[in-house]
């Protein structure tokens, strides 16, 4: 039209922009543009914000996208919007109405073929996109109006608030966001991108790391100076993502595991500062990862176990609602919690002032009430609701608890045992049972491999029906545990220079592998290939290798070594599969939105 900005504004985002008189014309022109671009579909008559634009056309997440008057297609859905074209009525100019049974949102050509991609089977994405502007006017009065809209609202303003995540912790929204959000417009604008980003941070926390492994007061302050840093790109890599739509397979694997990565050589980091001044908190070390990562998986499988529940309501989750409508008690339940936020400032200005040793303690005591308060208020959630759980989220706890060969085995061959609580009661026989000989046998002992044999049959029994009872995502987290724990407390016991640190690298890789699975399934591609979790032994098979290996190895530096070679082993195969998913075609290009970790 006259006077628009649209083709400008295409070009802008990086369009090749051609006309088309009418639809026939428009599939005729598609026809020649090769079958691996993305490709979109405007109204001339479009006004808008460049920004409506921006999040209609450029979402690289999703097949295909529409705002009122444009729908852009990628690749995988070209057939689809192809099919649309070929049974739209090609006599109908752009922009026609076609019918009463069309809403106004999609009486434009793109909105009519957004429908029908919709009716075949094509999802198409609508994002909400709140006081910006995207119509298509049907005469001046109209035009004007919606140019006059546009001019009242600034779509910079928004794009700028838009990026920071919807819900975050309490030191993040309002001590980290006001201004990182800036630093993002500011690395756009610079063509930074995210995963520059995130490796920054990265290369920031390790930094920290080794300034803290140095055990001075002075790598101290620079160690907690770093980390605050470190978080704040951490802030940034997500806003500048979602400011400038730059997702991608790659950076949603670097956003899903360089947070643990950098938090748990933090530790490890402090462990050896520590260590330098003669004080031994590698215990502490490794039971604040186990700890940690303990609480993430309680998270994990609560909500994949609930993730598509029906008739899913509980007096619990009403009355968490009701507190979820005052401000003050939003703030303090995510407080408490000690989301990422929290806990690394803590650790940041409690390595600034303190000690190592007390930096630990904060954290075990901080990380145990909030499992404390998050595991009570949802085993109250599941035992008051009344939710039929489905396929899927039995499938997911499934591949959450890590069964390998031999848990496998026993499952093929044990009855299924009825009752809705037998499984989440044998996880935790078994995993008590192998918990106390641990930390009761003396090192070394044939009951600890007798505890880990009869903590497999159990945790093999466990899993040979559906994981569909109300309290059946509790058998993850006390496998995680069971295995986190009984390596923590074998390699305490064992009096023996270096089984402490090895023990820390053998959790920390196993921890990976979990986190790896997590993500996967939340992509929605499902868990590892099968052969994986078979070749690094699943929960149980480490679990008899580690107590394997404490019986042989009693004297000496071989049970380090031993720990340390199994460390190695599962952390290539684990990493090098990794690697290979992730940057593959078929990993999902997602970012973690919910939650603060």
Known sequence: MPGSSIEDDLRSLGFDVQAAADISEAARLLSVVPADSRVALVDPRFVGHLHALRLGLTDPRYPAVTVPGALTVQPEARAALDDALSGADEAVGAGAPTGDTVTATDRTVPGRLAVMMDTEGTAVQRPELGSLVAAVPADEAGRAAALASVAAVDDEAIRLRSAVKARDGFFTTNFVSPYSRYLARWCARRGFTPNQVTTASLLAALIAAGCAATGTRGGYVAAALLLLFSFVLDCTDGQLARYSLQYSTLGAWLDATFDRAKEYAYYAGLALGAARGGDDVWVLALGAMVLQSCRHVIDFSFNEANHDAVANSSPTAALSDKLDSVSWTVWLRRMIVLPIGERWAMIAVL????????????????????????????????????????????????????????????????????????????????????IAAALQQPFGSRQMVVAAVFYTVCSGIAVTRPLLGALDWLLPPVFRAAEYCTILALAARSDIDGALPAAFGLVSAVAYHHYDTVYRIRGGTGAPPQWLVRTIGGHEGRVLAVAVLAAVFTRGSGFTVALTALAVAVALVVLVESIRFWVSSGAPAVHDEGEPA
């Not at 959630?381 to 390998?404: E, I, M, N, V």
Request: proline content about 6%; aromatic content about 8%.
């Open 351 to 434: 390595t600034a002032f303190t000690t190592p040793r007390i930096v630990f303690y904060a954290l075990l005591v901080g990380c145990a009430f909030a499992a404390c308060y998050t595991t009570a208020g949802r085993l109250l959630r599941s035992l008051t609701r009344k939710a039929r759980r489905t396929p899927r989220a039995a499938q997911a706890l499934a591949d959450l608890a890590d069964s390998g060969p031999f848990a496998q085995l026993v499952a093929a061959v044990s009855p299924r045992i009825r009752g809705a609580w037998t499984a989440p009661v044998l996880a935790v026989v078994g995993a008590g049972a192998l």
